[in-house]
């Protein structure tokens, strides 16, 4: 009878790695399918006649938008949650970091197919290599580690400047998960709804 347990252990403690790893990636790919309808979710806010711009992030906490944006430190906060009606948290229940460009949240003068984003996203913490310069926007879901020490890249993402860190996961390190919204691709939506020019 010990050896069928020693055995059982055995096989059991084999697999554990493997099943966590499954619901690890699992998680990741549920948070991404919800950033990606939080994308489309910022996209149709902004097509909205009564809108016609993207949300400001939420800085306080209570999942809507403020009312204005201007400054830099205005531009960085959390979802607005509530005024997209989607879920207030991803799969590791967090609320998403949301940064946006002012010139794309400016209730008073509106963007035009001439603004440019300001929103950096780089392959490393340096910024060395870029993957692009000008994104209107950008969500980050700060994944499973978010709460300890974060890595360079990961700190980032989180340091209330414009500059933000997306390359592959790293197991036991890099976790979080970026993504933006390309002017060109705002512009295209805006001008196919008739909300621009």
């Not at 860190?165 to 390309?182: A, E, L």
Request: net charge negative.
């Amino acid at each position: 009878m010990a050896i069928v347990l020693a055995i059982v252990g055995l096989l059991l403690g084999g697999l554990l790695p493997v099943i966590s790893g499954q619901m690890d990636q699992q998680r990741r790919n549920e948070t991404r399918k919800y950033m990606d309808e939080v994308r489309d979710a910022l996209l149709g806010y902004a097509i909205s006649t009564a809108n016609k711009r993207l949300p400001c992030p939420d800085s306080n906490g209570d999942g809507t938008a403020e009312a204005a944006c201007t400054t830099a430190a205005q531009q960085i906060g959390t979802l607005p949650y509530k005024d997209l009606g989607v879920a207030e948290k991803d799969t590791y229940g967090n609320v998403l970091v949301y940064a946006v460009t002012k010139e794309f949240a400016d209730s008073t003068t509106h963007f035009t197919l001439s603004t440019a984003g300001t929103m950096r996203i780089c392959t490393t913490g340096a910024c060395t290599a870029n993957l692009t310069n000008n994104a209107a926007a950008v969500i980050v879901s700060r994944g499973a580690n978010w709460a300890n020490t974060p890595s360079t890249d990961e700190a980032e993402n989180t340091d209330g400047d414009t500059d933000f860190v997306s390359h592959d996961f790293v197991q036991n390190g890099y976790d979080d998960m970026v993504i933006w919204i390309s002017p060109n691709i705002l512009f295209n939506r805006m001008v196919t709804a008739g909300q621009l020019p």
